[in-house]
């Protein structure tokens, strides 16, 4: 089992930054593909950011490419989503998922584990 908490969420004008954390605890291991995703009302959930647990190879949406990093950090065993250049089109429910295996896959159906999301509003 593996536990997810989203933390970071919030109100932002277009152009700001926010950064968003998830909490990780229970059994991961160094290949566990770590992923953001995002959901906008009326939409589906659509993949935004993937990396392994134990870090090499990352995966972005087209969309967040060059403004959106991923990464990891190893004293709040955390896996975060920096946000910059925000846009309206940006606000969405943000959710942390973790797959069984090292794939970093974009199907939210490949991910077995997920956290409750925080909100992001991006004002235009």
């Known amino acids: 089992q593996v536990q997810l908490v989203e933390s970071g969420g919030g109100l932002v004008q277009a152009g700001g930054s926010l950064r968003l954390s998830c909490v990780v605890s229970?059994?991961?291991?160094?290949?566990?593909?770590m992923a953001w995703f995002r959901q906008a009302p009326g939409k589906e959930r659509e993949f935004v950011a993937a990396?392994?647990?134990?870090?090499?190879?990352?995966n972005y949406a087209e969309p967040v490419r060059g403004r959106f990093a991923i990464s990891r950090d190893y004293v709040k065993n955390t896996v975060d989503l920096q946000m910059n250049s925000l846009k309206p089109e940006d606000t969405a429910v943000y959710y942390c998922?973790?797959?069984?295996?090292?794939?970093?896959?974009?199907?939210?159906?490949?991910?077995?584990?997920w956290g409750q999301g925080t909100q992001v509003t991006v004002s235009s």
């Open positions: 990396r392994r647990w134990s870090g090499g190879s990352t």
């Open positions: 229970g059994r991961t291991t160094s290949n566990t593909a």
């Open positions: 998922a973790a797959a069984r295996g090292p794939i970093l896959a974009s199907m939210a159906s490949d991910y077995v584990y």
